[in-house]
């Protein structure tokens, strides 16, 4: 089973950014995905998570209304549109697969960056 997120970047305050995320290894329509991110000195943070049907989703206070989440099963990929970034949202990102109530996979993450 394997992770890989992708589409991180420089970007300026207010700015957008779509991060992709990649797996092999694994049915994507059978398990939860989401995000988490760490920023410089921090500890991991929870982002957002999509169910396995789609259906339902979750994201942390501060990134509701700005981050969206979700999943194309048929191309085994899921997203994370950002809208709005702030400096604060700076960090690495990382997708993960939840297959036993918790993250317990992910791959290298992709660095965000915005500039104030």
């Known amino acids: 089973v394997q992770l890989q997120a992708s589409g991180g970047g420089l970007v300026q305050a207010g700015e957008s950014l779509r991060l992709s995320c990649t797996g092999t290894g694994f049915t994507w329509r059978y398990y939860d995905i989401g995000w988490f991110r760490q920023a410089p000195g921090k500890g991991r943070e929870g982002v957002s998570c999509?169910?396995?049907?789609?259906?339902?989703?979750y994201s942390t206070d501060s990134v509701k209304g700005r981050f969206t989440i979700s999943k194309d099963d048929s191309k085994n990929v899921a997203y994370l549109q950002m809208i709005s970034l702030k400096p604060t949202d700076t960090a690495v990102y990382y997708c993960y697969l939840d297959r036993w109530g918790m993250p317990d996979v992910w791959g290298q993450g992709t660095l965000v960056t915005v500039s104030s």
């Open positions: 999509i169910s396995f049907s789609g259906g339902s989703t």
